[in-house]
């Protein structure tokens, strides 16, 4: 008994000191470790912009449409956490049926409230093709000033199905001799094996390289290039050679996105979602405290105590991970600890039922325990299970919930084994007495043993 409320006693402590760190690590200047792992806050809570991109699908089979949409998505995830945007969302959004599908890009920037810094973050990654010069003849004519019908000679191009999405490098190197800045593309083995199979097919052709739908280099295709390798060359600067360099780098768009929607969450708006979020978990723990205190008394106390360390554990993790938190992450947070409570009264009902049998206390909390310990199991498993599929298939505001909600409940199992229990059986139990026998009670009816 000594060694485990020697035990008990540590973890209290370890407990208050982990609480401390919590709370010291949100002030000016926190002299905590924690303080270098800040909380994480979602767009509806920081503020920030929301984008919409409508995606052009059009030129793109549709066995490759779903393939291209999440290359798109990461460039675009690539290209943002680039700028330092702390936590973007990116999801890829579907709706409709047959041909009035709609493929769109959903981005969320948490503190970034400038809608201009936010589209240029998005728009300066290009859209890199490669198209041959088509053989069929143009049909298209124009008629002059003068009335005389011209056919128009220029060469057609149709696409190869190269595009950024198989580009690997990008370089900026200077040629010989006019010492003309270009840029040297590196494609990765997919994009090789086509890039040779193109230039293979169409000797003595022009392969046109196109940015943002722009032709910026058109060279005659002379040999088969089994290397990967292309070169863009053009009137560049060395500073616009080295912004598409960068850009290049960030990811080229395999699929042409244009802006549809806009929206921006005010920080005010985030910091009044966040002291409301706040403000009702700290009345919903300290009603539910009351309710144990006045309702099982010691045992109660000890179930607060515990929760309380539930509570600590959760956000420092909340820090470490880190873990994005949102008005719905605050929600199944919220929830989770409704969780671990309904261990702790699991156990306390139990222990009564079997003091109203004739047994001592201690006895009564460990086969409590034992009897509760099933259904304990059975409802957090239950509950993590629908956390997974949540979070697996729910959209980004349903991931929030279901992540905060899932890890709440599996530390809730986790303390109601070790803290909770620790707890209760480092205990002293004084039943000889009216005032031991009221500590050890449940609801309006105190034990005569």
């Not at 000594?2 to 540590?10: D, P």
Request: proline share 5%; hydrophobic share 45%.
């Amino acid at each position: 008994m000594l060694k485990k409320r020697i035990i008990a006693v540590i973890v209290l402590v370890v407990g208050i000191a982990l609480g401390w760190a919590v709370i010291r690590s949100q002030e000016a200047h926190p002299p905590t470790v924690l303080a270098h792992y800040p909380f994480r806050l979602g767009l509806d809570l920081s503020g920030g912009s929301h984008l919409i991109y409508q995606a052009d699908v059009s030129q793109i089979p549709a066995a490759n449409i779903d393939t291209s949409m999440n290359s798109v998505r990461n460039v675009i995830e690539r290209r943002v956490n680039a700028f330092g945007v702390s936590e973007p969302v990116v999801q890829v959004q579907t709706g409709g049926f047959g041909s009035t599908n709609t493929h769109q890009l959903s981005v969320e920037l948490p503190g970034v409230t400038d809608i201009t810094k936010a589209e240029a973050l998005i728009g300066q990654t290009p859209l890199l093709e490669f198209k041959v010069q088509s053989d069929a003849a143009p049909q298209q004519a124009t008629v002059g000033p003068d009335g005389k019908i011209s056919l128009n000679l220029q060469p057609q191009f149709v696409t190869t199905g190269l595009n950024g999405s198989y580009l690997k490098q990008a370089q900026l190197i200077f040629a010989q001799g006019t010492n003309e800045p270009t840029v040297s593309l590196q494609f990765d083995d997919a994009g090789t094996k086509l890039f040779a199979q193109i230039t293979k097919d169409n000797v003595g052709k022009i392969v046109a390289i196109y940015l943002d739908g722009q032709v910026i280099s058109a060279p005659v295709v002379r040999e088969p290039i089994t290397d990967g390798t292309a070169v863009i060359s053009g009137s560049f600067t060395p500073t616009q050679a080295r912004d598409l360099v960068t850009n290049l780098n960030s990811g080229a768009l395999p699929v042409p996105i244009s802006l549809i929607s806009t929206e921006t969450v005010g920080p005010s708006l985030g910091v009044q979602a966040t002291h409301a979020g706040v403000t009702a978990a700290l009345i919903g723990f300290i009603l539910v405290g009351l309710f144990l205190l006045v309702w099982y008394r010691l045992p109660g106390l000890v179930a607060v105590v515990a929760l309380a360390l539930y509570t600590v554990i959760t956000l420092a993790l909340y820090k470490l991970i880190p873990v994005t938190l949102s008005a719905a992450g605050i929600a199944g947070f919220i929830i989770s600890i409704g969780m671990a409570v309904d261990a702790n009264i699991l156990i306390f009902e139990r222990a009564r039922e079997e003091r109203v049998r004739g047994r001592a206390v201690g006895d009564a909390l460990s086969v409590g325990f034992e009897r509760a310990w099933t259904s304990i199991r059975d409802a957090n498993i239950s509950s993590i299970i629908i956390a997974c599929i949540l979070f697996f298939f729910g959209s980004s505001l349903i991931k929030g919930f279901a992540l905060t909600f899932g890890l709440g409940v599996i530390i809730s199992l986790i303390s109601a084994i070790t803290i909770t229990r620790l707890f209760l059986k480092s205990l002293p139990t004084p039943t000889h007495s009216k005032f031991g026998r009221f500590l050890f009670s449940s609801g309006f009816i105190t034990n005569k043993k």
